[in-house]
């Protein structure tokens, strides 16, 4: 009858403006999660370059640079390591969002 199919167009409707708003979030939260990781990791990158110059400045003989140069790549090492590690979280957190939004596709 008409009215079952007013209904099922209704609750199509529906699903897909869930959809889309869902989509919509999603792509907000993105936008905000990269202005932030992009802050973190400019601040970051000039607290190690700071230290960098720190202790290029406070070293007195090549035993001092070499080992400024050792302690300054395990702190780059340990930045790199942690940002990899947001950076698959956040993937993780992405797809798993992706794919509660395809869970309620309105083709479902």
Same mark, same amino acid.
């Given at each position: 009858t008409a009215m079952e199919i007013e209904?099922?167009?209704?609750k199509a409707n529906k699903r897909v403006a869930n959809f889309m708003f869902g989509a919509q979030k999603l792509m907000l939260e993105e936008f905000v999660f990269l202005g932030n *990781? $992009?802050?973190? !990791?400019?601040?970051?990158?000039?607290h190690l370059f700071s230290e960098f110059v720190s202790k290029m400045a406070g070293a007195?003989?090549?035993?001092?640079?070499?080992?400024?140069?050792e302690e300054c790549g395990k702190?780059?090492? *340990? $930045?790199?390591? !942690?940002?990899?590690?947001?950076?698959?979280?956040?993937?993780?957190?992405?797809?798993?969002?992706?794919?509660?939004?395809?869970k309620n596709h309105p083709l479902n």
């Open positions: 209904t099922q167009v209704t *990781e $992009f802050l973190d !990791r400019a601040k970051t990158e000039v007195h003989s090549v035993k001092d640079i070499r080992t400024m140069y702190h780059q090492l *340990e $930045f790199i390591r !942690r940002d990899c590690d947001r950076m698959f979280k956040n993937g993780e957190r992405v797809i798993g969002a992706a794919s509660n939004l395809f």
